[in-house]
């Protein structure tokens, strides 16, 4: 008998164990896990995805992927090898209009993904030393320029520019380096330019311009005005004076919207709330972006150029924005609107 009440109370303690194990795992599961395409570890789209992940762990499981950028996300969300990622609007634009150009199936006719955010402007930045002759685009002529990764969004914003200066790539000696490495070649007299599309402050440009004088090439307003007739995602930044040391004067350029997208196969429930935290911590993400402040729930859905994913549709509907919800191809610009 008193054997039988042992065995009896060590199956009761074994069976609480385990519903205790299974309580301890389910509550510690934040839903599922999210693979969120970003670029490198030392460009904006890391840090920011990180500063995501620290809000929302109770909501999804985050996994914070480095990638080229921009173009390299949006072939890997179409590609199933993400599920989230950080992408610029013009990218975005191309996806739009032919995803197939970014999936393994040439064929595609939609996207996989859709929009949950404008998150800040990228600015377009034309980096020298305080000593070159370069002063404009047109100066870039048989010089030694970094345009980017292969697979970046900078690459595409540095081609375009090029272009409307009547200059190609045939006419730069150009190189693909990220964005940390361009910075040191530019100390080591290997470059004499580099693009970086990203926001400013950029950590690796405020490192080179502590040990380094450089500058940044400025627009002029007719060079910004026939930018953005031709590319209407583009949009007009000013750089304040100090924005990097030793940059007395203000900078003027042209920048994109980074935007969040997300696959559509996540929940609806999910990307209302992940939507819902994103505008809650907005002033906290944007902090170090020089820019721009915190969004509100009209910024975060203005020039998103494709449709928004219906969980984040309904976190805006809740505060009177209407977007278009879906993500397939076709749908032109997408713009929110006020409810009246």
Same mark, same amino acid.
């Given at each position: 008998?008193?054997?039988?009440?042992?065995?009896?109370?060590?199956?009761?303690?074994?069976?609480?164990?385990?519903?205790?194990?299974?309580?301890?795992?389910?509550?510690?599961?934040?839903?599922?896990?999210?693979?969120?395409?970003?670029?490198?570890?030392?460009?904006?789209?890391?840090?920011?995805?990180?500063?995501?992940?620290?809000?929302?762990?109770?909501?999804?499981?985050?996994?914070?992927?480095?990638?080229?950028?921009?173009? +390299?996300?949006?072939?890997?969300?179409?590609?199933?090898?993400?599920?989230?990622?950080?992408?610029?609007?013009?990218?975005?634009?191309?996806?739009?209009?032919?995803?197939?150009?970014?999936?393994?199936?040439?064929?595609?006719?939609?996207?996989?993904?859709?929009?949950?955010?404008?998150?800040?402007?990228?600015?377009?930045?034309?980096?020298?030393?305080?000593?070159?002759?370069?002063?404009?685009?047109?100066?870039?002529?048989?010089?030694?320029?970094?345009?980017?990764?292969?697979?970046?969004?900078?690459?595409?914003?540095?081609?375009?520019?090029?272009?409307?200066?009547?200059?190609?790539?045939?006419?730069?000696?150009?190189?693909?380096?990220?964005?940390?490495?361009?910075?040191?070649?530019?100390?080591?007299?290997?470059?004499?330019?580099?693009?970086?599309?990203?926001?400013?402050?950029?950590?690796?440009?405020?490192?080179?311009?502590?040990?380094?004088?450089?500058?940044?090439?400025?627009? +002029?307003?007719?060079?910004?005005?026939?930018?953005?007739?031709?590319?209407?995602?583009?949009?007009?930044?000013?750089?304040?004076?100090?924005?990097?040391?030793?940059?007395?004067?203000?900078?003027?350029?042209?920048?994109?919207?980074?935007?969040?997208?997300?696959?559509?196969?996540?929940?609806?429930?999910?990307?209302?709330?992940?939507?819902?935290?994103?505008?809650?911590?907005?002033?906290?993400?944007?902090?170090?972006?020089?820019?721009?402040?915190?969004?509100?729930?009209?910024?975060?859905?203005?020039?998103?150029?494709?449709?928004?994913?219906?969980?984040?549709?309904?976190?805006?509907?809740?505060?009177?924005? +209407?977007?278009?919800?879906?993500?397939?191809?076709?749908?032109?610009?997408?713009?929110?609107?006020?409810?009246?």
């Amino acid at each position: 008998m008193k054997k039988r009440r042992i065995l009896s109370r060590i199956k009761a303690l074994f069976a609480l164990c385990m519903a205790f194990l299974f309580c301890l795992s389910a509550c510690t599961e934040a839903g599922e896990t999210i693979k969120i395409g970003t670029g490198r570890e030392s460009g904006s789209y890391y840090a920011y995805a990180n500063n995501i992940k620290s809000f929302t762990s109770d909501i999804v499981n985050l996994e914070v992927e480095t990638t080229a950028g921009s173009a +390299s996300n949006v072939r890997l969300l179409q590609n199933g090898f993400l599920k989230a990622a950080i992408v610029q609007n013009d990218i975005l634009y191309s996806a739009m209009t032919e995803p197939g150009v970014f999936s393994d199936d040439k064929t595609a006719d939609e996207l996989n993904f859709s929009a949950v955010a404008g998150l800040y402007t990228e600015s377009v930045q034309i980096v020298v030393k305080k000593d070159s002759d370069i002063y404009s685009v047109d100066d870039l002529k048989n010089k030694r320029v970094c345009v980017g990764e292969t697979e970046s969004g900078t690459i595409l914003n540095a081609k375009q520019i090029l272009d409307l200066y009547g200059l190609a790539f045939e006419d730069v000696e150009i190189s693909n380096l990220s964005f940390e490495e361009s910075a040191q070649a530019l100390k080591n007299d290997e470059i004499d330019a580099f693009f970086c599309t990203a926001g400013a402050p950029m950590k690796a440009i405020s490192d080179l311009a502590k040990e380094e004088d450089i500058r940044i090439i400025s627009f +002029s307003d007719k060079d910004i005005e026939y930018i953005l007739k031709n590319y209407p995602y583009y949009r007009i930044v000013t750089l304040p004076a100090g924005t990097y040391d030793g940059i007395d004067e203000e900078v003027h350029s042209v920048g994109l919207q980074a935007v969040l997208v997300v696959s559509n196969k996540i929940s609806r429930s999910d990307v209302k709330e992940l939507t819902e935290r994103i505008l809650t911590h907005s002033a906290e993400l944007n902090a170090n972006i020089i820019t721009d402040d915190g969004l509100t729930a009209t910024e975060a859905t203005e020039n998103v150029l494709i449709a928004f994913h219906p969980g984040a549709a309904d976190c805006y509907k809740s505060l009177g924005i +209407s977007v278009e919800e879906g993500g397939k191809k076709g749908h032109g610009f997408v713009f929110g609107s006020q409810d009246e």
